[in-house]
C-alpha cells in the first residue's frame, strides 16, 4: 500500500499499558476523474490507498451515529450516474471487513469492474456532465491522547470515555490502512494481558455493521462479561 501522508504516530505498546491515540483526517481533491467505467477502472489502479480507503470508508467516518448502510462511493456512483445496476450491486457485495489491507481491497474492486467489461457487450455509458466521479483522498493526522489502561477493568473505564474517533482509529484504520491484520484492541489484550479469547470475540466483531457508538457499547460489553467470568471463578 501507498504511504498515507501522517505523522508516524507512537502505535501502542503491547507489552505494557495500551495507550490510546486519535486521528483528525482532512479530505483532499486530486484533481481526478472519471465520466465512464473504463476510466473509472484505470483510476482505480493507480491512485493512491488514501483515495481507496476514502471512497470505501468516509461515510463510516462521516455518520458515525448512523448504521452504517451505504456502501462505497464506486457503487453508488456505477449504479446512479451511469445506471450499471448490475455492476452496482457486485460492488455493494463486497465485504470490505473481508480484506485484510487496502491493496487487497484495490484488487477486489478491480477485478469486479474488469471482469463485468470482459462480459459486457455494447457502448460504453458515459455521465452525464457535472456527474462524473471525482477523486478524493483522506488524508489522517494521528495523535495521542492522554488516557492509557493497564489492565482490564482500566481499559473498560477509558472507552467509556473516550471520543468515536478514537475508537474508529483503533478499530479501523489500524487493521485496514495500517496493515497490522488486526485490530490494536485485540493485539493489546492478547500480547500483553494474555486474554486470547477475548482477544478473539472482540476481532470476530464486524465492525462495519455498527454504529460507533453501538460498537462501543459491545465492546464494554465483551470486557465486563469476561471480567465478570474472572470475579465468579476467584
Known sequence: MEQIPMPSPEHP????????HTRLHLR????????????LLACIKTVPG??????????????????????????YWVSEALNEVKLGEKLVS?????????????????????????KSKGKLKEASEGQEFYFVKS?????????????LEEFASVLRKITIDSIYFHMFEARLRLEKGTNDFSLWLDTSLGEKELAKKIARLDPYTYTMERLR???????ENRLRSVRAAS
Open 94 to 118: 463486497i465485504n470490505t471487513c473481508e480484506y485484510p489491507t487496502i491493496r487487497a481491497l484495490r484488487d477486489k474492486i478491480v477485478n469486479t469492474i474488469e471482469h463485468y467489461l470482459e
Open 28 to 39: 483532499e481533491l486530486t484533481g481526478l476523474k472519471a465520466g465512464n467505467l473504463e476510466e
Open 50 to 75: 488514501s483515495v481507496i480507503y476514502h471512497h470505501t470508508h468516509h461515510f463510516l467516518q462521516q455518520h458515525q451515529y448512523l448504521s452504517p448502510e451505504p456502501p462505497n462511493d464506486f457503487a
Open 217 to 223: 457499547e459491545k465492546l464494554i460489553q465483551l470486557i
Open 13 to 20: 505498546e503491547f507489552n505494557g499499558p495500551f495507550r490510546f
Open 139 to 151: 488524508v489522517s493526522f494521528v495523535l495521542p491522547t492522554p488516557d492509557q489502561a493497564s489492565s
